[in-house]
């Protein structure tokens, strides 16, 4: 079994998989497009993300161990999708450090920290505008899209500033946890309407591309905060960019955009009470380990036969 692994530079935990002693295995780390296109021809597993380019040349793959939790590419690899390569991911492995992200990017909103910052930076006590201008999260209603593992670690903070969780999801589990209701995405709009905050966790699939359209943002409260953490596409920028030119918005904190790198022409970066950080919501050092130890734990797996974890359902797109 050859297993070519990609990420690997600058992350000391491929250590890891050092000990890994299973029948056969060969493990062939490469940091150069070159280097694997040269070993992906003969390889069983690939840890790193599938390119059309590499799955016709990757004659012998029989599984793909995403790095990531989303897998938004299947959308333009058809192939992938109808063969018999088996795609997991790593869900679960980014849920706290997103989960912090969400509240770092609510906070800094309802704190108005940015303002500060630029106070500071101009050596201006700014006490007087500031005051009485911030916002406790304690009591509002956070409606989360997207209830999967991201989406409860999310909830799971929530409820310990004490603020109401209510969660829409296109598969809802009654009786989840950390959440006072969880409905299915017909009732998106009740959610938009009743959330003081609400926070995208979902897949973009081609369902939930621009899920959210001007539309849906007029439904929200006028003074409610959105935060975008999960990927980009599900929100209509150039009407988010409305919304919040126009103050039909208190603020939105986005770490994910519809292209990226963000083109320094984007509309966004001039938005009001906008904050944008450059997909880096789910970047951890223990992330990392996380990640590795799923592959850790499917690498055995694999060589024994055994059902995977985390396997994705190819034609759902999660």
Known sequence: MKVVLTQTEGSPHFALLDDLDLPGMQIVQVSTPEELAAEIVDADVLYGFPTADL??????????QSPSAGVNYLQDLTELVENDIVLTNTRGAHGPSIGEHTFALLFALTRHIPASVQAQRDHYWARPELYRTS????????????????GRAVAQRARGFDMEVIAVDPHPEPGAPFVAETWDMERLSDLLRQSDVVVVAAPLTAESYHLLDAAALARMKSDAYLIV?????????DALVDALQEGRL???GIDVTEAEPLSSESRLWDAPNLIITPHTAGDSSEKEQRCIEILRENLMRFSQGETLLNVVDKQRGY
């Open 250 to 252: 208190a603020g939105a």
């Open 135 to 150: 916002r406790e999260v304690r009591g509002l209603t956070m409606g989360v899209i997207g209830f999967g593992a991201i």
């Open 55 to 64: 799955l016709r040349h990757g004659k012998a793959l029989r599984w793909i």
């Open 229 to 237: 953490v999960s990927r980009g596409g599900i929100v209509d920028e």
